[in-house]
């Protein structure tokens, strides 16, 4: 699959069927990740690769919209080191553009995933950062539920004309 088939072709898997994830492709997603731009190249993104059934069954307990993980054989917990950025701000943009990577990566090789929010919902934030044992400096950013998808999904072009303008914003 071509990088435009992949990315016109994603979308959102919320149903996982019972197959586990091997090794090898969550080191290929970790791998697809970890080749993501970052801003002055500070790599400041760090993975949690969470495959225990007990903590993934917890998640869904503080976060309504992460139900799918009661399924979901594995997620990717993406978080930003603040000890890696020499000037703060920029972790958020950097582990967005690490988790864009790996959900490519995952329909790529053909894996369903969805990019559950955790940054800026403060109580989010601290349950993971409770459940996973994060330290001071880690910041949870987003999850990725991830498994082989049990649901299939129709891909239509979200392009339009009227949210593109050149140079500068005139009405």
């Given amino acids: 699959m071509d990088?435009?088939?992949?990315?016109?072709?994603?979308?959102?898997?919320r149903k996982y069927k019972k197959q586990q994830v091997s090794k090898e492709q969550i080191k290929k997603l970790l791998e697809a990740g970890m080749m993501a731009p970052s801003v002055r190249n500070y790599q400041s993104w760090f993975f949690i690769v969470i495959d225990?059934?007990?903590?993934?069954?917890?998640?869904?307990?503080?976060?309504?919209?992460?139900q799918?993980?009661?399924?979901?054989?594995?997620?990717?917990?993406?978080?930003?080191?603040?000890?890696k950025e020499k000037e703060l701000g920029y972790i958020i943009q950097n582990c967005s553009a690490a988790t864009q990577n790996i959900?490519?990566?995952?329909?790529?090789?053909?894996?369903?995933a969805?990019?559950?929010?955790?940054?800026?919902?403060?109580?989010?934030?601290?349950?993971?950062?409770?459940?996973?044992?994060?330290?001071?400096?880690?910041q949870p950013i987003s999850l990725i539920a991830i498994g082989y998808p049990d649901e299939k999904k129709i891909s239509e072009s979200r392009y339009m004309d009227e949210k593109v303008k050149y140079n500068v914003w005139s009405e």
């Fill in 52 to 66: 225990d059934r007990e903590i993934l069954d917890k998640i869904p307990e503080f976060h309504q919209h992460a």
């Fill in 103 to 112: 959900l490519l990566a995952a329909h790529a090789i053909g894996l369903g």
């Fill in 3 to 13: 990088v435009f088939e992949a990315i016109m072709t994603r979308r959102s898997i």
């Fill in 114 to 138: 969805i990019w559950v929010g955790i940054y800026p919902r403060e109580p989010r934030v601290q349950a993971l950062k409770k459940l996973c044992d994060l330290p001071d400096y880690v």
């Fill in 68 to 83: 799918m993980l009661k399924e979901a054989p594995l997620a990717i917990l993406v978080c930003g080191d603040k000890n």
